[in-house]
């Protein structure tokens, strides 16, 4: 059982930027993808970003392409989601979630836990 805490979200206006971290438990997270999702009132959780097991391989949602960057330190046990550049439309609760599997998926019900959420509101 891996447990994920998330920190890092809060209230920044448009333009600004947020770093979110998520530290897991386990020591088996060196050998896992991650994924940050989001979820904003009345939508459906969307894959923000995603990274493999030692960064090789990575996935980013069309609108935060080029303002997000999701990385890893697997010393830290800690997976980051730097965002710059928000936007209103940004506004969410993002998750951090681990697979049990090295490599990326995209639905969420292929990740095995979910760290409890961190609010991030933009305000324009």
């Known amino acids: 059982q891996i447990q994920l805490v998330e920190s890092g979200g809060g209230l920044v206006q448009a333009g600004g930027s947020l770093r979110l971290s998520c530290v897991a438990s386990d020591r088996t997270f060196s050998n896992i993808a991650m994924g940050w999702f989001r979820q904003a009132p009345g939508k459906e959780r969307e894959l923000v970003a995603a990274?493999?097991?030692?960064?090789?391989?990575?996935y980013y949602m069309d609108s935060v392409k080029g303002r997000f960057t999701i990385s890893r330190d697997n010393a830290e046990n800690t997976v980051f989601l730097q965002m710059n550049t928000l936007k209103p439309e940004d506004t969410a609760v993002y998750y951090c979630?681990?697979?049990?599997?090295?490599?990326?998926?995209?639905?969420?019900?292929?990740?095995?836990?979910w760290g409890q959420g961190t609010q991030v509101t933009v305000s324009s």
């Open positions: 979630a681990a697979r049990s599997f090295s490599d990326i998926a995209t639905i969420d019900s292929w990740y095995d836990y």
């Open positions: 990274i493999s097991w030692n960064g090789g391989n990575l």
